[in-house]
């Protein structure tokens, strides 16, 4: 998403202020005898965040609820089939990049331990289950490591997190 401009041709022309675009992620969670409780995420393949290990989830699209967002991108990512009455809203995060204000995100974070399927490839994601104690955080964006914590814990949670100019790099994070 992009600002736009309003005026009239020759005017000076100044950005209309556009919101956030709404983005949600779902963690999908198992216990194991092996390893114990297990989070599902992947190696991302193409657009934002390729070459890192992300957490499924994405865009929601025009006329539909963070639910049904992320629904469809679960199955969309990894095959797998997850119930809306099986999701738990784990928290929301605000993205604030000040050096790309486009790319600022209002996310709606959930919990599924409730699915139908095993997750397999898809052309964006290589799912991939990890031990929540081993979760490969220097493979992930840098922000992960600073509230991914909660949402392994079981806990609720709301933040706010600012990039720094680099995009990447955590400027700042503040919980509510």
Known sequence: MSPETGGSAGDAREPVLTRAVPVVLCFLMR?????GTEVLMGLKQTGFGAG???????????????AQAAVREV??????????????????IEFVFPGRPEWDMSTVVFRSRAWVGDPAPSAEIVP??????????????PDSALWMPEVLAGRGFNAVVTLADDNESVAGIVFS
């Open 31 to 35: 216990e194991t005898p092996e390893c």
């Open 52 to 66: 890192r290990i992300v957490t499924l989830g994405g865009h929601v699209e025009p006329g539909e609820s963070a």
């Open 75 to 92: 199955f969309e990512e990894s095959g797998v089939i997850v119930a809306e009455a099986d999701l738990e809203h784990a928290g929301t």
């Open 128 to 141: 991939a289950w990890y031990p929540v104690d081993g979760v490969p955080y220097p493979q992930m964006w």
